[in-house]
């Protein structure tokens, strides 16, 4: 069959016109594999397996990722922690709930419905859900395609962000949170982005600014506030801020500055839980502030064909 496919995930059905992430052709997908319809690519010899029961659409010849990657298991060699495990509970209380994402979740969801009875939406990197992002996956209404480098019960996909394996203007919305941090070109990704939603698609990201590395050599990009905002020049801003402050900041550095030291991970974590009340101070920054020490921020926007102008960005600080 051609690469118009069927799939279901929590009782919601899609059908998704799926191309080749290496030359953009059409795929032909069977039970167990695709392929490159494209004589000339070498995607149509080499096609693309799967990883339980999921394609992995990834140009392997232009990505940090290898096929040997794939062979074992869910696939590649980043897996989140998942919320079950002790890691995953400290850092939740740690760093506490993240009521930012969980507003500007409703906010989407509200806006994509204005565009669409059944909006389409593309989730880069939801093989775990993100915090505050739980009304996108509990919503009946919302047509959900999640995406990551591994394979999840939250997955539809295994896929390279750079290159993703989509027609163009196939969303009505993309949720990208904690993830442009760990791609090593986030204007391609972003690019990427603006080419698969529709004409007024909605984006939602989330990205670290003042946090240390993790996913160690997975990890390559911080942003500031403007640096996040000019990322997504072409988009129209609905929304931009701070996810977490000084505080939590605060407390990542108080963490690796004891691991630095010798105290290792698990000593490192318990000594900062004395410190933890630290995060509450966050409230009572003004959001400038906040924004110039933020442990990571946010942008909310709509797609659009009139980019920022770089001198714009001057006076976008001051706004």
Known sequence: MDGLINISHDN??????????RCRAGLSVGTDRASCTNSRCICADQGFPTVNGQLVLIDFSDSIFRPSDYRHGSGSPIKRQSGSSLR????????????VAAANCKT???????????????VIGGGSIGKGAEALYRDPDIELV????????NTSFLCDAHKLPFESGSFD?????AVLEHVLDPHIVVAEIHRVLRTNGLVYAETPFM?????????????TLSGHRWLFKRFEQISAGSVTGPGVAFLWS???LLRALGAGKKISRLMALCFVWVRTLDRFCTPRSAADAA?????????????????????????
């Open 146 to 153: 999640g995406t990551d480098v591994y394979a999840s019960d």
């Open 254 to 256: 108080m963490r690796y």
């Open 173 to 177: 919305g993309v949720w990208i949170q």
């Open 88 to 99: 995953s509970r400290f850092l939740r209380f740690a760093d506490g709930a993240n009521p």
């Open 211 to 223: 946090q240390q590395v993790h996913e160690r050599a997975y990890d390559f990009t911080r942003f």
């Open 295 to 319: 442990g990571g921020v946010f942008f909310l926007g709509r797609r659009s064909d009139v980019a920022l102008s770089p001198k714009s960005m001057v006076d976008y600080y001051g706004s």
């Open 108 to 122: 989407f969801i509200a806006l994509a419905k204005t565009e669409s009875s059944m909006p389409r939406v593309l």
């Open 12 to 21: 919601r059905t899609k059908n998704l016109l799926l191309i080749c992430p």
